[in-house]
């Protein structure tokens, strides 16, 4: 079946855009994560959707982040007044059932670059 | 903050040999995962193991865990040009949420 898909996979911006990254995960999957990747860095995680309970927001490094997740399944990363600092490589996963365990399953990301 | 540090950074060998690389964390983990990402994009799991689990195989990868060191090792064992990536460990809390290292880069030559 179909795996994670993320739109777009490239987005240049110019700095104080506002942007909107989007997240398809695989069909059944409960949870959904959403990390930051900067250059020659590991993963950061930033937010975690687990079916109807309130999201884990506590990786969101300002309130210029947001995300939502309409449905159960897809989700929007929003960043609002852009920074260079947020240039970086966006990683969206998701995992059956987001418990202990469970296998997460990444998308091919969406590379933000601001100008 | 990262949870986990990789060891080395960085790795060159030539195909056929192994190449074995280090996790060490800080806090107490549930289960350890390690992962492979090719050209700084989607990352694919290769192999957990669990805080109750000392070794673990799957095909020419070879993992070790040691909670009392705070460590684990993956190991390739005959590696080829297509191992070549970056390899991460996570560790993984309480509520399955995952904390990844930086990550060691591996280039296999021909």
């Known amino acids: 079946g179909a795996g994670v898909s993320q739109s777009p996979s490239n987005k240049v911006t110019e700095k104080g855009k506002d942007v909107e990254l989007r997240c398809d995960p695989i069909s059944g999957h409960t949870a959904l994560y959403w990390y930051r990747q900067s250059l020659g860095q590991g993963l950061e995680f930033l937010i975690y959707f687990q079916g109807n309970s309130a999201p884990d927001k506590s990786g969101l490094p300002s309130d210029r982040f947001s995300a939502e997740r309409t449905g159960g399944s897809v989700s929007t990363l929003t960043i609002q007044r852009t920074q260079q600092e947020d240039s970086a490589v966006y990683l969206c996963?998701?995992?059956?059932?987001?418990?202990?365990?469970?296998?997460?399953?990444f998308g091919p990301g969406t590379r933000l670059t601001v100008l | 903050s990262q949870q986990g540090e990789e060891d080395p950074q960085a790795l060159s060998i030539q195909e056929g040999e192994n190449a074995t690389m280090n996790c060490s964390y800080k806090t107490s983990i549930n289960n350890l995962q390690w992962y492979r990402q090719n050209s700084g994009r989607g990352l694919v799991h290769l192999i957990l193991i669990r805080s109750n689990e000392r070794e673990k195989h799957s095909g020419r990868l070879r993992v070790t865990l040691d909670t009392s060191k705070k460590s684990s090792s993956l190991l390739i064992t005959a590696s080829r040009a297509a191992d070549t990536a970056s390899y991460f460990c996570?560790?993984?809390?309480?509520?399955?949420?995952?904390?990844f290292g930086a990550g060691t880069q591996v280039v296999v030559t021909p």
């Open positions: 996570a560790t993984e809390d309480s509520w399955g949420k995952l904390q």
């Open positions: 996963a998701s995992s059956l059932w987001g418990g202990v365990g469970d296998t997460q399953y």
